[in-house]
Nanobody, 116 residues
Framework: QVQLVESGGGLVQSGGSLRLSCAGS????????MGWYRQAPGKQRELVAS???????HYADSVKGRFTLSRDNSKNTVYLQMNDLKPEDTAVYYC??????????WGKGTEVTVSS
């Protein structure tokens, strides 16, 4: 059983920065394809950023140039550096680990609130 634990959320003013962490249990997270999603109140969960097993990253248009996804395989952790935060970035952020069709893991989320 894989556990994903997010941390680093909080309240920040518009223009500020936060760094989210997603720590995984076991070595399966190392070099695995992973993603960060977010869900704002009343909205569907959306993909914010992802990284392939080869290390290629992809970002939603709304966060390009502001968010950076990185990983530290030695710590079984992926990070989401979020700069120039905007009120519309307010959401619960979730870490996602897809294993194969029908098997995936989600963290419980960390809340980010950006005040204007």
């Amino acid at each position: 059983q894989v556990q994903l634990v997010e941390s680093g959320g909080g309240l920040v003013q518009s223009g500020g920065s936060l760094r989210l962490s997603c720590a995984g249990s076991g070595s399966v997270i190392s070099s695995a394809a992973m993603g960060w999603y977010r869900q704002a109140p009343g909205k569907q969960r959306e993909l914010v950023a992802s990284i392939t097993s080869a290390g290629s990253t992809h970002y939603a248009d709304s966060v390009k140039g502001r968010f950076t996804l990185s990983r530290d395989n030695s710590k079984n952790t992926v990070y989401l550096q979020m700069n120039d935060l905007k009120p519309e970035d307010t959401a619960v952020y979730y870490c996602h680990l897809p294993i194969r069709r029908g098997l995936e893991y989600w963290g419980k989320g960390t809340e980010v609130t950006v005040s204007s």
